[in-house]
């Protein structure tokens, strides 16, 4: 399938001179095993070796290049010694000085009377100069053996930076040229190289603006990059809107049934994202759609207006959520709305078994349940629905574009809602979320209070303790989040039980929960029932409890060493706290040193709750790749674009994208079979299968 320009690109690692079984296995870990991979890999610097002083010139911890000769010989009498071979220049002697040598390898090298170009760092010892394991040394007359500028590369251990330079000047002779996919005038508007010189560049950076993503080359790349991924996400969208789905026009019934249920109106934004949703469902095609809604705007109630319009259909809906804590919370919240208008909702996780397990399997079999809550047991073979139409997965950002076209397997032409509390900015929504359509929740239920958000050292930790005590005595509950440690959850653990016992002491053993991600379903499930209930005063946890707990009445919310956490962690654990009516605090403690990037979040968090604004900052510090607090497995990472600093030219690549769409859907013109190059060089195999399935 792929072009035959194209195949040398693709060849695997090991094609390249050098590269023998062991490398390639270091390689494949650094950057991939295919040629293209290795072009993909970017500099992170350069040594600039075109120091041209003498050496009486020379200072302490410069790079110095430059020619010399062999002078003499100092043989180390003992191992210990170092082997040391004195050189001159016509200025100055410098004394190479060789912690391991093997056999009469330097005498070879450095034959006395010899000639040489040696380029290293030099060091001034008792009042001379002396250059430990030179970098390069060269004849005079192979000067261009010694590159004067030599590009730095990110490393793993077993791989060297000269080893990588010389395998990128052997990966960059396997360019093509490739006709050229972009506009030409954008090209002479920006001012950019055609493919190939761009990428020859970015690999041969004369100077330190040449390393940064505003240069035209590296600019360059990053659109193409840019342009494959919304031209993919396009091809994808455009395909879906005509895959034929299931009219879904439900009479309003169940609906209008519902009503005098809800303690609280609708507001604006759920009717506005409520109608787009129902008309999805109506339309003769599949739906795809991602709901955006931060912390407490009220996206279950619109979840099951909408599952309410496919059970009028005579139709199963499904909602499958992250954790059993999130499915069980879904399903308490429903169960009494759905049993008042009659409709018979049920809960599938993990823990469900036995006779219980296969009584709820036949009835969704038979169609007795309307509604199916659950976690991945959903999708477990043995699960069958009589007549799924309506799918939705709660807070599953982790699925790329092919597990969510194979999520609505379980019926025939699902519609399928993705909702997500995690706020996204809108550049990542593009890249990651682009074959979808897409609602936000952008309003806030009336009546609900601001929270206090307060930033403390960890100093005042006692402090902190003797106000808690105060407020559980009046009533209150609280969270104490213990610090994320490293990616290790054995110490994370470690943490959280330590603060536990601590605080066991202070408010009394029954009064104090634990819960952490180690623990099974049953054990946290257990300890959440009791804080429910309000039996636990104070709840210690680690951030297993980030993501749609669901406690109105606990007010309080302490995270310790919040300097450790994301801005999109902190924002979801501090809207646990934004569930009721009560005014809430949520005091971050910090510890010292305090970086500029973490207090620069924490001062995002006590200036505005807006999870928008917080997720758009969280892209300006950490950039894209980490925007939803971790590296999501199916999450778009670029290797030549930064979201960051390319957000201006991922707009134009989503507007490129449309009208090349528009104006060539099937890509059969010069420029669009050029497009086709670009999106077999990026891989966007989706955007290809979607094409050739028609």
Request: aromatic share 6%; proline share 5%.
């Amino acid at each position: 399938m792929r072009p035959s320009i194209l195949y040398p690109l693709f060849s695997p690692m090991d094609t390249l001179s050098g590269v023998g079984q062991r490398y390639f296995r270091l390689l494949s870990n650094l950057c991939g095993n295919k040629i293209v991979d290795m072009l993909w890999h970017l500099p992170s610097g350069y040594i600039d070796r075109r120091c041209s002083i003498s050496l009486k010139q020379a200072r302490n911890g410069q790079l110095w290049t430059g020619n010399v000769s062999v002078i003499e010989h100092i043989v180390p009498k003992s191992r210990k010694q170092p082997y040391r071979v004195v050189v001159e220049d016509e200025t100055e002697q410098m004394t190479l000085v060789f912690f391991k040598t093997y056999g009469d390898q330097l005498s070879k090298l450095l034959p006395v009377g010899a000639k040489k170009i040696i380029s290293g760092k030099i060091e001034i010892f008792n009042q001379s100069l002396q250059m430990p394991h030179p970098d390069y040394i060269v004849d005079q007359n192979k000067a261009e053996q010694l590159p004067l500028i030599e590009t730095v590369y990110p490393l793993t251990a077993g791989i060297t930076n000269k080893m990588v330079y010389k395998l990128m000047a052997q990966a960059l002779t396997y360019v093509p040229d490739l006709p050229e996919w972009l506009d030409p005038e954008l090209i002479k508007q920006k001012n950019w190289p055609d493919f190939k010189t761009a990428l020859w560049n970015v690999h041969h950076p004369q100077s330190a603006d040449d390393l940064l993503p505003k240069s035209p080359s590296r600019q360059r790349l990053a659109y193409d990059e840019l342009l494959a991924n919304q031209l993919s996400l396009a091809i994808v969208r455009s395909r879906l809107k005509k895959i034929p789905g299931r009219c879904l026009h439900g009479s309003g019934i169940l609906r209008d049934k519902l009503k005098p249920f809800l303690p609280f109106s609708l507001t604006e934004a759920q009717n506005r994202v409520i109608e787009e949703i129902l008309k999805d469902m109506e339309s003769p095609y599949k739906m795809s759609r991602l709901l955006q809604g931060d912390v407490g705007s009220g996206k279950t109630i619109v979840a099951l207006i909408t599952m309410l319009n496919a059970v009028e259909c005579a139709a199963q809906a499904a909602i499958m959520a992250p954790t059993e804590i999130l499915a069980q919370q879904h399903y308490d919240t429903l169960l009494p709305i759905c049993e008042s208008i009659g409709v018979q909702i049920a809960l599938l996780t993990g823990s469900v078994k036995g006779k219980k397990r296969q009584a709820l399997l036949e009835q969704l079999k038979d169609g007795t349940i309307n509604i199916l809550i659950g976690t991945h047991a959903l999708f477990t073979e043995d699960v069958e629905f009589q007549n799924l139409a309506y799918t939705i997965i709660d807070e599953q950002h982790r699925f790329g574009v092919n597990q969510r076209l194979s999520l609505s397997d379980k019926g025939k032409n699902c519609d399928v809602l993705v909702m997500t509390a995690t706020p996204i900015p809108r550049t990542l929504v593009l890249t990651q979320f682009g074959d979808m359509e897409y609602s936000k929740i952008d309003q806030l239920p009336a009546g609900r209070q601001p929270v206090s958000t307060t930033v403390m050292p960890l100093t005042k930790i006692h402090d902190i303790v003797a106000a808690l005590q105060r407020k559980i005595a009046a009533g209150s509950q609280a969270y104490w989040v213990c610090p994320l440690v490293e990616e290790s959850e054995k110490i994370d653990l470690s943490a959280a039980t330590e603060r536990y016992e601590s605080l066991k002491k202070i408010f009394g053993e029954h009064a104090v929960g634990l819960i952490h991600g180690k623990m099974k379903e049953s054990e946290k499930n257990a300890v959440m029932e009791r804080f429910k209930s309000g039996a636990i005063k104070l709840l210690v946890s680690t951030t297993v409890i980030e993501v749609g707990v669901n406690v109105p009445a606990a007010t309080v919310m302490i995270i310790e060493h919040a300097e450790r956490f994301g801005l999109a962690q902190l924002h979801q654990l501090r809207g646990r706290i934004k569930r009721g009516n009560e005014a809430s605090n949520c005091i971050l403690l910090y510890g010292f040193p305090l970086s500029e990037i973490a207090r620069s979040r924490l001062n995002t968090m006590k200036q505005t709750e807006d999870g928008f604004i917080i997720a758009e900052e969280d892209l300006k510090l950490r950039g894209g790749g980490e925007i939803l607090g971790l590296r999501q497995s199916g999450f778009n990472h670029f290797r030549l674009a930064d979201i960051s600093e390319h957000q201006g030219l991922l707009m134009t690549a989503h507007k490129d994208a449309s009208l090349l769409l528009a104006q060539d859907p099937t890509l059969a013109s010069q420029r669009g079979q050029a497009l086709r190059n670009l999106l077999y060089l990026f891989e966007q195999d989706t955007a290809i299968k979607t094409y050739n399935a028609g």
